[in-house]
Structures are given as C-alpha cells and as structure tokens.
C-alpha cells in the first residue's frame, strides 16, 4: 500500500516538473521564422554554399589537395603567347554532389586578405539534377582548351 502511493507521488511530480518546464516557455516570446517571408541572418561562421574568386586565385591547387572528397578539380591558365603557366585558373569546378561543406578547402586557400573559395551565407540553393551539382567556373573570355563531359552547370562567381 505504501508503495501505491509512493509510485503516485513520484509520477506526479515527475508530472508536474514537466508542466512547469513546459509553463517556463510558455510566455517567452515566439521565435518561429516565417520562412520564407521572414529570414533569420546566420551566424558568422555559418557554412553556406561555396563560391570562388577567379580574379584572386592562383592556381596552387592547396584547396584540391585539402579536399577530403576530391570534390574540387582545375585547370591552370597557360599563357598562350608563352606557352608558361602562370598563378592564374583556366576553370576550376566544384561538384556539390560530393562536398560536405567541412571547410577545409577555405582553410587551406593562401589568398589574402580575402580566400578565393570559401563559404558564403547562402544556404538557398538547390538542384534537381545530378549535373547541376557540377559547377564550373571559368576565365573570361573563356579559353577553355578541354572541357570535362560533367560541365553542364556554371554558376557567377
Ligand atoms: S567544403 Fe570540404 S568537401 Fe567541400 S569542397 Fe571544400 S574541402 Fe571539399
Ligand atoms: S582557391 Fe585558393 S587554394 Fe584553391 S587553387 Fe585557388 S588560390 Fe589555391
């Protein structure tokens, strides 16, 4: 009999702290977003879709090395007058299939003060098809010597 009324005690008071943590919140202002009309600005850090500086880049290939999903390839720009490469890109692609938004490429990026591929705040983006995931960006006027089969998607830098 005892114990009938203990197991009482103890749910109702279970009960009741709950209540009171769900009382808590009750007059606490609301802080749903009222997506899309309303947007919340995301934090500093915050990793968001990719874009790349082809002014800025130097072709050291850092950021394809770093890559954990060898989702970033390049093609150095070569001079055509003199046949020398020089610290520029031809193209550079990213396939967003395969990246996991880790930011290690942006780490490993040596441009100053600004990298050349790093992570914007822009997280409404999406594809429907697996090719749009390829995005390639090139030099203009474009002096694009092979393209990859994969190039169907190019987005501004
Ligand atoms: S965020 Fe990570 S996975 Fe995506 S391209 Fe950069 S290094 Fe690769
Ligand atoms: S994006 Fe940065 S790390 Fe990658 S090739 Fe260009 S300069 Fe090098």
Known sequence: MINYFKTIYQVSKALLQGMAVTGRWLFQPAITVQYPDEKLTPPERFRGTLVFDK???TACNLCVKACPTACISLEPYVDPATQKRIAKVNWYQIDFGKCNYCRLCEEA???????????????EWSMKERSEMFVKWKRDPSPVIADTPKDTGTKAA
């Open 109 to 123: 990026c040596p441009t100053k003060p600004i990298k050349s591929v790093r992570h914007s705040h822009d997280y």
């Open 55 to 57: 002014e800025t880049c």
